[in-house]
C-alpha cells in the first residue's frame, strides 16, 4: 500500500451514531439496552467502521431528555439487561412473576418507549435481582459482595448522595423537583438529618433502601463494561456525548444549589456549575472514561466564555487537548470540544447543491436532533423536490427505497471532504421513522434483524466496497475478522 493511500486510511474514518433507546432487539422489554450495544458493535465491526456514538446514558429527569440527568454520574437502569442471563441475582421464576404483572411491556409492535412504564418494570426486576443478593451475598459477605463493596468504593465520591436522592425521591412517590418536595428533606443537610433520624430507628430497611440504589448502579456499571470490553475485541471506539448546563433536579444541584447559575437553555431552565465547572467536568469525564473511549461536549465554549478570567479554561485544555482521532500521550481521556473533527452529517443538511455537491454541514449541527422525523427514508418519502433532485443530480433512480437507493445516498454520504463522517442508524438501515416525542422513538427494525436479512450478504459488501472507495474503512487482519462476531 502507498504512503498516499495509508495517510488517506488514518486521516477518513466512518462511523455509526444511534440513541441507543430507540434500538430494539427480541426481548428487550421495550427499551434498547447494553445487549443491543453489543449487536450494534458486532454490525459496526461487520461493515468496516471504526466507531459508534451513542447519546449520553446517565439516568435522566422527568421528559427523558438524555441532556438533563438525574445525576451526572449515575446510569440509567433503563439500559440494564434485566433477564436472568445477564443478571445472575434474577431467578427465571422472579423474571417471569415480574413480566407476568407488565403484560403490554413486551409488545413487539408498539413504535413509542414507554419510558415510565419500562423503567419501574426494570427496577422491580432488580429489586428481585437484590433481595436475593441481600439475604446469598451481603450478609454472608461473599466474594460478589465483596465486588459490590470494591465498586461503591470507587465510586463514593459521588454514589451515597445519589442513593439518598433516589429513596427520597421514593418519599415522594418517584418526584424529582425537590423544590416541591417536605420541608423535612427539602434541603441537603435536612435531608441528611431526616434519613439519619430514622435510620437509627430501623437501621436495616434505611441501608437495604440504600444499598439498592448502590447495587443498581453497580449492575449496569458492569454491563457497560462489558460493552466497552466487547468494543475493544472488535476494535470499534465508542464514543458519547456531555453537556456543561444540566437538569435543576440532578442530584449534584440538591446538594450544593449556591454553587450554580440558572438560564433558559432551549426553552428548559437549566444550570450551569459556577464553583468549580471545571473540577465537575473533569470528575464527570474520569467516571465515564473506562466505559468510552472519546466524548464530546456540545456547550463548552458557550459555557466557558463566561468563566475564564483567570485562564483556567486554557489550561485546563493543555490536560485534554482536542482529540483529533490520533493518539495523545498527554491525557488517556480524548475529548473533542463542542464536536467531533468532522462533524455528524444531518439529513437536512444533504439536499444536493445546484452544483450537484453535497452542502458541508453547519459548524454546529448536531445529527441527532432531528432524527425521530427526517431519515434520508422519510425525506424521499414525502419530499417530492428532494426525489427530483436525487434523479437529476445524483443519479439515484427513486422509483423505490430499496438497498440499492439506500447504498446510493450513503456513498453519497461517504463521498464528503470531512475526514470523519457519520451515519444514523436510521439510514443504514433504510428505515423512516415516525414523527413523535424525540425521546420516546423506536425504531422498527434492529442490528440482528439486518443482519439476518437474507439480504445482508450483499448488503455488506457493497457497503463496505463503498468505504474501500472513500478510503474510510479500515483495513483488518483476516477476511473472517468482520464476521467473527455476526
Given at each position: 500500500?502507498?504512503?498516499?493511500?495509508?495517510?488517506?486510511?488514518?486521516?477518513?474514518?466512518?462511523?455509526?451514531?444511534?440513541?441507543?433507546?430507540?434500538?430494539?432487539?427480541?426481548?428487550?422489554?421495550?427499551?434498547?439496552?447494553?445487549?443491543?450495544?453489543?449487536?450494534?458493535?458486532?454490525?459496526?465491526?461487520?461493515?468496516?467502521?471504526?466507531?459508534?456514538?451513542?447519546?449520553?446514558?446517565?439516568?435522566?429527569?422527568?421528559?427523558?431528555?438524555?441532556?438533563?440527568?438525574?445525576?451526572?454520574?449515575?446510569?440509567?437502569?433503563?439500559?440494564?439487561?434485566?433477564?436472568?442471563?445477564?443478571?445472575?441475582?434474577?431467578?427465571?421464576e422472579s423474571y417471569e412473576a415480574v413480566l407476568a404483572s407488565f403484560p403490554m411491556a413486551q409488545e413487539s409492535s408498539q413504535r413509542s418507549l414507554r419510558y415510565n412504564r419500562v423503567k419501574k418494570l426494570k427496577l422491580d426486576l432488580l429489586w428481585r435481582g437484590f433481595e436475593a443478593f441481600w439475604e446469598t451475598h451481603y450478609l454472608k459477605g461473599t466474594e460478589r459482595a465483596r465486588d459490590y463493596h470494591r465498586f461503591c468504593t470507587r465510586e463514593g465520591a459521588w454514589l451515597p448522595d445519589y442513593s439518598l436522592y433516589r429513596m427520597l425521591m421514593d418519599f415522594e412517590q418517584g418526584r424529582e423537583s425537590w423544590e416541591d418536595w417536605s420541608e423535612d428533606y427539602g434541603r441537603y443537610?435536612?435531608?441528611?438529618?431526616?434519613?439519619?433520624?430514622?435510620?437509627?430507628?430501623?437501621?436495616?430497611?434505611?441501608?437495604?433502601?440504600?444499598?439498592?440504589?448502590?447495587?443498581?448502579?453497580?449492575?449496569?456499571?458492569?454491563?457497560?463494561?462489558?460493552?466497552?470490553?466487547?468494543?475493544?475485541?472488535?476494535?470499534?471506539?465508542?464514543?458519547?456525548?456531555?453537556?456543561?448546563?444540566?437538569?435543576?433536579?440532578?442530584?449534584?444541584?440538591?446538594?450544593?444549589?449556591?454553587?450554580?447559575?440558572?438560564?433558559q437553555v432551549e426553552g428548559q431552565r437549566k444550570a450551569v456549575c459556577e464553583e468549580n465547572l471545571l473540577g465537575q467536568l473533569e470528575a464527570r469525564l474520569r467516571r465515564l472514561a473506562p466505559l468510552f473511549d472519546q466524548f464530546r461536549v456540545l456547550d463548552f465554549q458557550d459555557t466557558t466564555t463566561k468563566l475564564d478570567g483567570d485562564g483556567a479554561v486554557q489550561?485546563?485544555?493543555?490536560?485534554?487537548?482536542?482529540?483529533?482521532?490520533?493518539?495523545?500521550?498527554?491525557?488517556?481521556?480524548?475529548?473533542?470540544?463542542?464536536?467531533?473533527?468532522?462533524?455528524?452529517?444531518?439529513?437536512?443538511?444533504?439536499?444536493?447543491?445546484?452544483?450537484?455537491?453535497?452542502?458541508?454541514?453547519?459548524?454546529?449541527?448536531?445529527?441527532?436532533?432531528?432524527?425521530?422525523?427526517?431519515s434520508l427514508k422519510r425525506l424521499w418519502t414525502h419530499d417530492k423536490v428532494f426525489r427530483r433532485r436525487l434523479v437529476n443530480q445524483w443519479s439515484v433512480d427513486p422509483k423505490e427505497f430499496g438497498q440499492e437507493t439506500s447504498l446510493s445516498l450513503l456513498r453519497k454520504l461517504f463521498q464528503h471532504p470531512g475526514r470523519h463522517v457519520q451515519i444514523s442508524f436510521l439510514d443504514l438501515a433504510g428505515l423512516e421513522n415516525d414523527p413523535g416525542t424525540l425521546w420516546l422513538a423506536r425504531f422498527e427494525k434492529g442490528p440482528r434483524e439486518l443482519m439476518e436479512d437474507p439480504h445482508w450478504d450483499r448488503f455488506r459488501t457493497s457497503f463496505r466496497k463503498i468505504l474501500e472507495q472513500t478510503s474510510r474503512i479500515r483495513p483488518v487482519s483476516s477476511p473472517e475478522k468482520a464476521l467473527e462476531s455476526v
Open positions: 500500500m502507498s504512503e498516499v493511500s495509508t495517510r488517506l486510511l488514518s486521516e477518513r474514518s466512518a462511523g455509526l451514531e444511534v440513541p441507543v433507546f430507540a434500538i430494539p432487539r427480541e426481548g428487550d422489554l421495550g427499551c434498547g439496552d447494553t445487549q443491543v450495544v453489543h449487536e450494534l458493535i458486532d454490525l459496526a465491526h461487520a461493515l468496516g467502521l471504526q466507531s459508534l456514538t451513542i447519546l449520553p446514558i446517565q439516568e435522566t429527569v422527568k421528559g427523558n431528555d438524555p441532556f438533563s440527568p438525574l445525576s451526572l454520574f449515575a446510569l440509567d437502569p433503563i439500559h440494564i439487561d434485566a433477564s436472568p442471563e445477564k443478571v445472575a441475582d434474577i431467578s427465571k443537610a435536612d435531608a441528611k438529618q431526616f434519613v439519619a433520624t430514622i435510620a437509627a430507628k430501623k437501621p436495616e430497611a434505611v441501608e437495604r433502601q440504600l444499598a439498592f440504589y448502590a447495587y443498581v448502579q453497580w449492575i449496569a456499571d458492569t454491563q457497560w463494561q462489558a460493552v466497552k470490553a466487547h468494543a475493544e475485541r472488535c476494535e470499534i471506539t465508542l464514543i458519547t456525548d456531555l453537556r456543561c448546563a444540566i437538569s435543576p433536579h440532578c442530584v449534584e444541584f440538591f446538594r450544593a444549589p449556591d454553587s450554580y447559575r440558572t438560564e489550561a485546563f485544555l493543555k490536560r485534554f487537548p482536542q482529540s483529533t482521532g490520533e493518539e495523545l500521550t498527554e491525557n488517556p481521556i480524548k475529548v473533542a470540544w463542542e464536536s467531533l473533527p468532522s462533524l455528524s452529517m444531518q439529513t437536512t443538511e444533504l439536499w444536493p447543491a445546484p452544483n450537484g455537491k453535497l452542502i458541508p454541514p453547519m459548524a454546529t449541527g448536531q445529527s441527532f436532533t432531528q432524527f425521530g422525523s427526517e
